[in-house]
């Protein structure tokens, strides 16, 4: 019964995203329909080959929009009904930066299928690409190793905001907030301590709430 409802709201906030492209796609299709069915015959060879081209170009375009609202319906769900409801909030600071970065792919596949309708080699431009991708994520590989590292705490648990820990240099501090990429942590002085949660990862950390539940459990 659950999922069932789960699954009547995700799918009607994207029939409310995509319903404007997809009707702008069902004209467009039904505008070269027509233009094939009835005008076509009248229209030079040459004229008929760029039509063509624009077509493909613009039905690329209108899909791609698709895909790209169906996403954000989704990530736009999740966000309002799944991530305001946990107590961490690493998904809510990453569910934008997932979004931006698959609208990104999306448009630049989109990109890569169109340009060769227009006789563009894309084979120079996927090297380049790759290149700057691996670029990137060398010079962003600190960040990508705190997010990752920000999963982990999230799926294992180590600690949870509020609990009370030990880290690796001695101090005993209270989880305040565990971040995409660092964690907030407030000392016994009342400091606000930050450290990049691949130093959490990595270290050996004290949780002293996990051993006063189990006592109080008779664990």
Not at 48 to 71: D, G
């Amino acid at each position: 019964m659950i999922l069932s409802k789960i699954s009547k709201k995700v799918s009607w906030e994207i029939i409310k995203k995509i319903l404007f492209p997809a009707c702008l796609f069902c004209l467009s299709l039904t505008v070269y329909l027509f233009y094939r069915l009835k005008l076509s015959f009248y229209i030079s060879p040459a004229l008929q080959q760029a039509i063509k081209r624009y077509s493909l170009t613009l039905f690329i375009l209108i899909i791609a929009f698709i895909i790209q609202r169906v996403a954000g319906a989704i990530a736009g769900w999740y966000k309002g009904n799944i991530a305001s409801k946990t107590k961490t909030p690493l998904d809510d600071e990453l569910i934008p930066l997932a979004r931006r970065l698959l609208n990104i792919i999306i448009w630049v596949i989109a990109l890569l299928v169109i340009l060769p309708l227009y006789g563009i080699n894309i084979s120079a431009l996927i090297a380049t690409l790759g290149i700057s991708s691996l670029a990137i994520a060398l010079a962003a590989q600190d960040t990508i190793a705190n997010i990752i590292s920000g999963f982990l705490i999230m799926i294992d648990k180590p600690f949870r905001p509020g609990d009370r820990i030990k880290l690796a240099s001695g101090e005993i501090v209270e989880v305040l907030e565990i971040g995409i990429r660092r964690s907030k942590f407030l000392s016994e002085e009342r400091a606000i301590i930050i450290m990049p949660n691949v130093d959490l990862s990595k270290s050996k950390i004290i949780n002293y709430t996990y051993g006063e539940e189990r006592n109080i459990h008779g664990i």
